[in-house]
Structures are given as structure tokens and as C-alpha cells.
């Protein structure tokens, strides 16, 4: 229960920061989606959501070499 207060807290948190610090608040959203994936999916859970934000955002890096070169 303690676990779950803290992540609604955190993402709270976060959601307040994205006026004024986008990239911060990203990044505390993505380590507290990350420890609520963790909590509710175990190691696989993580492993899999890391996977696929690395490949998000890899993609997203690309797109924006390509758009920068136009």
C-alpha cells in the first residue's frame, strides 16, 4: 500500500514539474512508471519496459537526425 501512495505521490510530483521542467518531469515519470512496472510485473516487467523505451527512444533521436539534415 506504502508503494502505490509513493508512486501516485511521485507522479504527482512529476505532473507538477512539466510546466516548468519538461525534461526533469520526463525523467521522474519514467523512473516511477518504471518502479510501478517493477512492483506489479517483477524483473521481466522491467526488463521488457526498458527495452522498449530505448527503443522509443532511439527512434525518436533518429527522426530527429533526419529532420535536422533537412
Given amino acids: 500500500m506504502i508503494n502505490v501512495l509513493l508512486c501516485i505521490i511521485m507522479l ?6 512539466i510546466a516548468f521542467y519538461t525534461a526533469i518531469a520526463m525523467i521522474v ?3 516511477v512508471l518504471l518502479f ?3 512492483h506489479y510485473f517483477g524483473g521481466v516487467g ?7 523505451s530505448v527503443i522509443i527512444a532511439y527512434n525518436i533521436y533518429k527522426a530527429d537526425k533526419e529532420a535536422e539534415n533537412e
Fill in 12 to 17: 504527482g510530483l512529476g505532473l507538477a514539474l
Fill in 36 to 38: 510501478a512496472v517493477g
Fill in 29 to 31: 515519470i519514467w523512473f
Fill in 46 to 52: 522491467v526488463v521488457i519496459y526498458i527495452v522498449l
